[in-house]
């Protein structure tokens, strides 16, 4: 079968690679792009198995046993975990990663899949995935109705769906004019910089940003890092703020199986959401140029379909 195999930073090739292993076999419909596909192809990452290897998890298709439509989770927790016994299993200690959906067919643990609700597209459940991710993170938030998100990428886009959804104020900060509509079309206010919010989310992961969020939170506030920086990356704060007005800054990582289910029910629910991050439909052998696209402009993912 054909997939798309990293063997190095930005040394991506389309082969012919083995039948992929698995307890389920997936023939795959659509996978989408992220930020993290990105840093993976330019740089690695820390999930990444040894080069040569296979990525892509943001994976929708068809179960060949069965013949079911369903959602191909990039994780399953282990169960066992100090936070997996605590609940939390988005921290879980010893994930299994499931990666590999650039490529025809993707083999999986029965347990990282999740039926597509019926008459959502394979391009729209895919990104069920990172929005999974958002709902995490406004678990993570407080119930402050005056709410920031700093970044109209897909990652603050979706954050903004569903504030919106739960009847909250909500301001995007975004540099992109394209961006900034987007976020007004879905009902948010837009401009180029935070005021200060009760709740920020801060959906870029550059040091800069996490810096910009913290400063744009209202005396008692809270700020969620839901970007994240690359590894080893240092951020300074202001001290003062922190301390003086008692600012609550809090991460936010991955999402639990549960999380993923909840996605796939707000896609199903809202159209409007995921046809506002739908990109164009490219082919494997498009993936490499599409990954380095130069960022701005539209929030937009890539939909890989391996049968083109």
Known sequence: MRAAVLFGPRDLRVEDVPEPEGEVIVEIEAATTCGTDVKMWRHGHRILPPYPCRFGHETAGVRTDTGERVLVSDSVACGACGPCRAGRAQICRDPTWVLGGFAERIGAPARALHPIPHGLPAEAAAMAEPLAA????????SDATDVGVLGGGPMGLMLTSLLIAQGRNVAVADPHPERRAQAAELGATAAEELT?????????????AWRAAAAAAAPGGVVVLVGGCPSGTEVSFQ???????ELELRGSFHHSAEEVTQALAALAADEALWRTLLGPTISLEQLPAALATPTGGPAKKWVVDPRT
């Open 239 to 245: 001290t003062g703020p922190l301390h003086y007005e």
């Open 196 to 208: 200060r919010h009760g709740l920020v989310f801060e959906a870029v992961g550059r040091a800069e």
């Open 134 to 141: 958002a709902v995490h993170a406004l678990q993570r938030g």
